[in-house]
């Protein structure tokens, strides 16, 4: 998966508890996303980074909260995790966005469930 | 909104056959990206096509734009079991890529 590693790949939360996802590259590119996949809903973008420090919100951002301290990780914190936020959230990267958005390379996924 | 819409959501095709899925889109666009997920997968980018590109190949895929039209369609050609999998456009505008809710094609060996 191109050098992208997500973690965990699966957990299992309650409602209420903060949760932390991590995306890690190895491809140093600048562009980094967080999406989430529900049925129904195909891929909505959460936030997205293109620097270090440097992030925006995307489509459904409410509730989640981004941080990226380093060119190669991307954090995607659940602040109070809800039952609406169970879903399945891929990390993706790209060399260019902006306007000029080139290809996107994913990670494998991160399966959350919130009870 | 400048998600892609694509049609039909869900095909099922004998293998060899040739299946056609379409994207419509609403706004003006940079480029048009399709990508596949197989089941459980994360998405793997397949062709990138142009504003100002009207068709583009790689190898077993023909992807065509028209921006009259506002829609673009992937053909994949002599199908394959292996080929199953949800295919989605994606639009490249003014904000990172918007994804539509894909095309669910089982290809029937």
């Known amino acids: 998966d191109a050098g992208i590693t997500q973690s965990p790949r699966h957990k299992v939360t309650e409602t209420g508890t903060p949760v932390t996802l991590r995306c890690h590259q190895t491809e140093n590119h600048r562009y980094m996303y967080w999406y989430r996949q529900d049925p129904g809903h195909g891929l909505r973008l959460i936030h997205y980074?293109?620097?270090?420090?440097?992030?925006d919100k995307g489509e459904v951002s409410d509730g989640y909260s981004v941080s990226r301290s380093k060119t190669e990780d991307f954090l995607l914190t659940l602040e109070s995790a809800t039952s609406s936020q169970t879903s399945v959230y891929f990390c993706?990267?790209?060399?260019?966005?902006?306007?000029?958005?080139?290809?996107?390379?994913f990670g494998s996924g991160t399966q959350l469930s919130v009870l | 909104s400048q998600q892609g819409e694509e049609d039909p959501q869900a095909l099922s095709i004998q293998e060899g056959e040739n299946a056609t899925m379409n994207c419509s889109y609403k706004?003006?666009?940079?480029?048009l990206q399709w990508y596949r997920q197989n089941s459980g997968r994360g998405l793997v980018h397949l062709i990138l096509?142009?504003?100002?590109?009207r068709e583009k190949h790689s190898g077993r895929l023909r992807v065509t734009l028209d921006t009259s039209k506002k829609s673009s369609s992937l053909l994949i050609t002599a199908s394959r079991a292996a080929d199953t999998a949800s295919y989605f456009c994606a639009i490249s505008g003014n904000t990172p890529l918007v994804f539509g809710k894909g095309t669910r094609l089982s290809v029937i060996a």
């Open positions: 096509i142009r504003s100002n590109e």
């Open positions: 980074s293109y620097g270090v420090k440097d992030t």
């Open positions: 993706a990267i790209s060399a260019t966005g902006g306007t000029t958005n080139e290809k996107l390379f």
């Open positions: 706004t003006s666009i940079n480029n």
